[in-house]
């Protein structure tokens, strides 16, 4: 489905992702894992089109996108949930929804996927309220319900977890589970959490400077000793 080769990113004199090579793959979570400031958000908005690559190529289901604009990838299929958030929060629960369905058409634009607020359900009850009087938990639920509206073949979620309580880390666990199982959609998450990243995982990649310093599958994550290349 996604396969990065060889990517080289820059801000300005600064050296961000590094011969970089990544898949995704259909009814797959691929996940992201580093520290603090080795370029995982810096991936996804590169896979996303949000910042340019010095060289390499990002490629959707055969083709090249690596030129392609945000809007022309969203179009595609691309669904992104940002680190933050980013809700709209002057918006009501319902409206912020809406953004997320802007690319469709038809009925489909029209009318609230039920399915979301199945997965959700704290989000039909303050469908009405404002984004912004949300709890952090309650808006990382409405920041990834409303990429999903959009009905993306590819999610991409940077730190779901950050700054979650842990009822909502094991619900937002449970959704991503459901979504991968599906079988329609290749999910790339960004974490720092290993316990949940290690749940979840197809398949994985640490980053270290920008660079993958070890990847494998989601079964090897405990063998390879994942979890001390995060500490380190």
């Not at 038809?106 to 949300?134: H, N, Q, S, W």
């Not at 319900?145 to 666990?173: C, V």
Request: hydrophobic letters at 40%; proline letters at 4%; glycine letters at 12%.
């Amino acid at each position: 489905m996604l396969e990065l080769r060889d990517i080289q990113q820059h801000y300005g004199s600064s050296h961000t992702l590094r011969n970089l090579s990544l898949q995704a793959g259909m009814g797959e979570v691929t996940t992201v894992l580093g520290r603090n400031g080795v370029g995982k958000t810096t991936l996804l908005k590169s896979i996303m089109g949000m910042v340019p690559l010095t060289s390499g190529t990002v490629t959707w289901e055969g083709k090249d996108i690596s030129r392609l604009s945000p809007e022309a990838r969203v179009a595609l299929g691309f669904g992104y949930v940002p680190q933050g958030r980013e809700i709209f929060p002057r918006l009501t629960v319902e409206e912020n929804l809406r953004m997320g369905m802007a690319k469709l058409s038809g009925k489909a634009a029209r009318t609230i996927p039920g399915e979301l607020y199945e997965m959700f359900p704290v989000l039909k009850e303050m469908r009405a309220r404002r984004g912004g009087d949300l709890s952090g938990g309650q808006q990382q639920q409405l920041a990834i319900a409303r990429a999903l509206a959009g009905k993306p073949r590819i999610l991409l979620l940077d730190e779901p977890t950050e700054g979650i309580q842990p009822n909502i880390i094991k619900l937002i666990g449970q959704v991503i589970g459901n979504l991968r199982d599906r079988g329609d959609m290749a999910i790339v998450l960004v974490e720092q959490f290993y316990d949940f990243a290690a749940a979840l995982a197809d398949r994985y990649a640490v980053l270290s400077r920008g660079a993958v310093a070890k990847s494998g599958t989601g079964a090897g994550m405990e063998a390879d000793d994942v979890r001390s290349l995060l500490s380190v």
